[in-house]
């Protein structure tokens, strides 16, 4: 069985993913890097809009969908694991992860362990950690 999903749908479930899920990748040996200027540009845009309070997470989506990449790089096995993604990998990827997942996901029972699946599958395609 597959889930397909919309683009929107594909953004909000990797959102929450984010949300949820960085913990895992920081435990995994892996941060976010990430040009300076694209992170304040897309601080500066929500808070243009009117958004009192700029969340990582969102900036990090809206570099995304400025055109941008994020990369999460591996800062303990040489750069073995060091991945980068656009909007266009999360539209096409998040729908790869494992249903059961994404259906913890859709029911809005998803927890830190359906983040760090969806985080997985959006940057290495597969589950490459616990």
Do not use: W
Request: net charge negative.
């Amino acid at each position: 069985m597959q889930i397909k999903l919309e683009n929107h749908e594909s953004e909000q479930m990797f959102h929450s993913a984010l949300c949820n899920g960085l913990g895992y990748m920081g435990g995994y040996g892996l941060e976010f890097e990430f040009k300076k200027e694209d992170y304040d540009s897309a601080g500066r845009n929500l808070r243009d809009a009117a958004t009192a309070a700029v969340c990582y997470e969102d900036v990090l989506m809206q570099i995304l969908r400025e055109g941008g990449e994020l990369t999460m790089v591996d800062v303990e096995c040489d750069g073995e694991y060091t991945r980068s993604i656009s909007l266009a990998d999360v539209h096409d990827r998040v729908q790869q992860a494992p249903v059961r997942f994404l259906m913890d996901m859709i029911k809005e029972q998803d927890d830190a362990e359906t983040a760090d699946v969806i985080l997985q599958t959006v940057f290495f395609e597969e589950i490459v950690f616990g």
